[in-house]
T-cell receptor
Framework: DGGITQSPKYLFRKEGQNVTLSCEQN?????MYWYRQDPGQGLRLIYY???????QKGDIAEGYSVSREKKESFPLTVTSAQKNPTAFYLC??????????????FGEGSRLTVL | AQSVSQHNHHVILSEAASLELGCNYS??????LFWYVQYPGQHLQLLLK??????LVKGIKGFEAEFIKSKFSFNLRKPSVQWSDTAEYFC????????????FGTGTQLKVEL
């Protein structure tokens, strides 16, 4: 089945450790996104990438890093510089450039808890 | 910067009641508007969208939304809710020509009681 796979689903880490969340899609989408979801704050954009080897900061990029070496993959690293990393992280993708319909396709999310 | 406001954070309704969830955005230019829904334990999915044309748009599961440009609003409605509509609802805005970046509201948690 086509879709977006995020892993791991749950992750526990100690404070000060970097963690990397995986996001893979087989929808042949050019654009991929990382959002953070916190109760009462909705979804906030961390980073997005419209094409391979290119990405832009979103609204809350500080303390995060990404790479886009392959079309299918857009991993997110939560670094020790992120002051409040405990959250639910959502990866999404959208149709190729030029055929954008506005619809984002989301993965099931990764819940990170920093102890 | 653009922003999206959803004033109802928690809504509780009985089955068969009518629903209206508010969404206002702050941007004077041309926008595309969306409602997404997140059912318990499921991933976010698109409910409906407005790009242009008829300001009253219909989505899945009997939902509709009306774009009122003068009020910068895109409220979601359903005439008669069901228990299965219990979910969190998010309004989102995209600037036309602004790439594929969506700005989401804070969400409204809807609980429908039997």
């Amino acid at each position: 089945d086509g879709g977006i796979t995020q892993s791991p689903k749950y992750l526990f880490r100690k404070e000060g450790q970097n963690v990397t969340l995986s996001c893979e899609q087989n929808l042949n989408h050019d654009a991929m996104y990382w959002y953070r979801q916190d109760p009462g704050q909705g979804l906030r954009l961390i980073y997005y990438s419209q094409i391979v080897n290119d990405f832009q900061k979103g609204d809350i990029a500080e303390g995060y890093s990404v790479s886009r070496e392959k079309k299918e993959s857009f991993p997110l690293t939560v670094t020790s510089a992120q002051k409040n990393p405990t959250a639910f992280y959502l990866c999404a993708s959208s149709f190729p450039r030029g055929t954008y319909t506005g619809e984002l396709f989301f993965g099931e999310g990764s819940r990170l808890t920093v102890l | 910067a653009q922003s999206v406001s959803q004033h109802n954070h928690h809504v509780i309704l009985s089955e068969a009641a009518s629903l209206e969830l508010g969404c206002n955005y702050s941007y004077g230019g041309t926008v595309n508007l969306f409602w997404y829904v997140q059912y318990p334990g499921q991933h976010l999915q698109l409910l409906l969208k407005y790009f242009s044309g008829d300001p009253l748009v219909k989505g899945i599961k009997g939902f509709e939304a009306e774009f009122i440009k003068s009020k910068f609003s895109f409220n979601l409605r359903k005439p008669s809710v069901q228990w299965s509509d219990t979910a969190e609802y998010f309004c989102a805005v995209k600037l036309t020509g602004g790439g594929n970046k969506l700005t989401f509201g804070t969400g409204t948690q809807l609980k429908v009681e039997l």
